[in-house]
């Protein structure tokens, strides 16, 4: 990138809580006849709360039909993706008419025109301002469009917005004895994350002449295993999306994470044990216990992902930008960040920040 560009605000929004064990006892337990295996697969899956915008306690959306699943994800998006991206322009101290570029991911909803175009008119953004849409790449979507909106802002000295918004809960599948079933049933939960990305000065982090607190993003890479492409998938059917999840996972992302942060790394003359912060997308426990033991990392840098597990369960493209958020008030200046998400392809992404050193 030939200028800087720099993260400045942050923030997301949820729909209503509810617990693991309310889901379990009130809905899943009846859903899967009592299933031991299934409520091991709930009890392991990391997460105590969950967030839902269709909660299968009040009403169960298994036999909708996807038209009516993608008339319910218009209803629900707009004020949370509202919240989330008010709140982070508040942040930047930003007018959400300075915006030159709207991107927004999510592989749980679509229609046109879309959150984009409703959201920006909503907002008082301009009528010339530029939109992407980042569409069913899935968990790791974050991170390749984190990537397009920091390449926009160096590129053309305009600030961005990016808006990760995912609604899971609107694609519960009908009752079976699929164990991938069981698993997605078990973490799978809503959120809208936003940042604010603006152009920093080469030679410091400047926003309009003054210097600003936030994250430099620094580089963004990424690796697919082709190979792998039936271990990870999420298919359009007539009952909404459902998603495929390979056992076999976290033994693929085992034989490339070390490799492609190491790869990253080493184009900026830094170490792993340079890293001051881990942002890593927590697809399940297995996923951060595997990468913690290939980058020998030390327990408590993962403790962020974990919590944000437990917490909000696993909102696909949204929740490593939760987990940027959990972590960043405890990063020094000067400190590097690594962000990584895993998701169909089966793909890994990686990205390097640091944080400003005002």
Known sequence: MSGRAVVTGMAHAVPATVT???????????????????????????????????????????????????ARYVAESMPLA?????????????????VGLFAVASCTGYSTPGVDIRLARDLGMSTDLQRLFVGHMGCYAAVPALGAVSDFVAARGRPAVLLC????????????????????????SDAAAALVVEPGAVDGFEVDGFEVDGFEVLDVV???????ADHMTWDVTDLGFRMGLSARVP?????????V?????????????????????????????????????????????????AEHGNCSSATVLLVLSELAQDVAPGEHVVIMAFGPGLTLYAALLRRGTV
């Open 82 to 98: 509202k919240q989330a991206v008010s709140q982070a322009l508040d942040v930047a101290g930003l007018a959400a008419g300075d």
């Open 20 to 70: 693991q064990d309310a889901l379990w006892d009130g809905f899943f337990d009846r859903y899967y006849g009592g299933k031991a295996v299934a409520r091991r697969l709930f009890a392991a899956a990391g997460v105590r709360t969950r967030h839902a915008v269709a909660n299968p306690l009040d009403e169960d959306l298994s036999q909708w039909s996807t038209g009516a699943r993608m």
């Open 251 to 259: 033994d693929v992302l085992a034989g490339h994470v070390l490799s």
């Open 165 to 188: 918004l995912e609604l899971t809960s609107l694609h519960v599948q009908p009752p079976s004895d699929d164990i991938d079933q069981m698993v997605c049933h078990s973490l799978f």
């Open 261 to 309: 942060v190491t790869g990253m790394l080493d184009r900026h003359g830094l170490s792993i044990q340079d890293v001051g912060a881990w942002a890593v997308h927590p697809g399940g426990p297995r996923i951060l216990d595997v990468v913690g033991q290939r980058l020998d990392l030390d327990a408590e840098l993962l403790q962020p992902s974990r919590r944000v597990l």
């Open 222 to 228: 990424a690796r697919t295993d082709a190979s792998t």
